[in-house]
């Protein structure tokens, strides 16, 4: 599975072809948002995207593997806007605004629904977790490349994978604080995803991370 867009442009065919999986995944992810994992079947998907049961089946094999492309296209959006960055932003702040910035579809609001779906479904919890594990390498892979020229020591691959995972951790940690508080009551107000995710990181004390000036020389 890829996180990145093509490197050459694609044909008018294959853009169709890819902007109707695109809506049949959006469709999974609504369902799954609006009514629970359970809702997912193929006729509801077909039916909210707004084409044929046989049209589902001409791009996606089973309900699993449409659910499986709603998480991936969640990951697809993330690597998007990291790429998007300025490659000499520190990568903190580069994490920070990817989550803050409102795109189609809001990213913390994406992010609280498929946490829940994975809180309500093992099985749901399983996909989400199978895609976020193939996303990792592509997350090593960002911080090799945005690491890589502004360190005097080139970030080893244990370096590097073990970064990936704390900020990964951060994410988990600050969504799980966040998620505990499904109501907002003034006696119980449910806190701020954002910065609860920086308080994460900033926990995490990594010079890489948070590009300190022990960590980041001239050549």
């Known amino acids: ?36 994992v359970d809702a997912v079947t193929a006729e509801a998907v077909a039916d909210r995207a707004g084409v044929s049961r046989r049209t589902f089946f001409n791009y996606f094999p089973s309900v699993e593997s449409v659910l499986t492309a709603s998480v991936a296209e969640f990951f697809t959006t993330l690597s998007r806007r990291l790429d998007e960055r300025p490659h000499d932003e520190p990568v903190r702040a580069s994490l920070l605004a990817v989550v803050d910035d409102p795109s189609d579809l809001d990213l ?24 976020l594990h193939e996303w990792t390498d592509w997350l ?38 966040w998620a505990r508080h499904a109501t907002d009551t003034p006696d119980d107000p449910r806190p701020d995803f954002l910065a609860a995710f920086a308080e994460a990181i900033d926990l995490l004390g990594t010079d890489l991370l948070l590009d300190a000036d022990a960590a980041v020389r001239t050549p």
């Open 1 to 36: 599975m890829t996180f990145r867009p093509p490197r050459s442009p694609l044909s008018l065919r294959d853009r169709k072809r890819a902007e109707t999986r695109r809506t049949l995944a959006l469709a999974a992810y609504t369902i799954v948002r609006d009514e629970g």
């Open 108 to 131: 913390v609001e994406r992010i609280g629904v498929l946490a829940a779906a994975g809180e309500s479904s093992a099985h749901a919890k399983v996909l989400i977790l199978g895609t």
């Open 140 to 177: 090593e892979d960002w911080l090799r490349d945005r690491l890589g020229t502004r360190v005097a020591d080139r970030p080893s691959d244990l370096q590097i994978a073990v970064l990936a995972s704390c900020i990964l951790g951060a994410g988990e940690a600050a969504l799980r604080v």
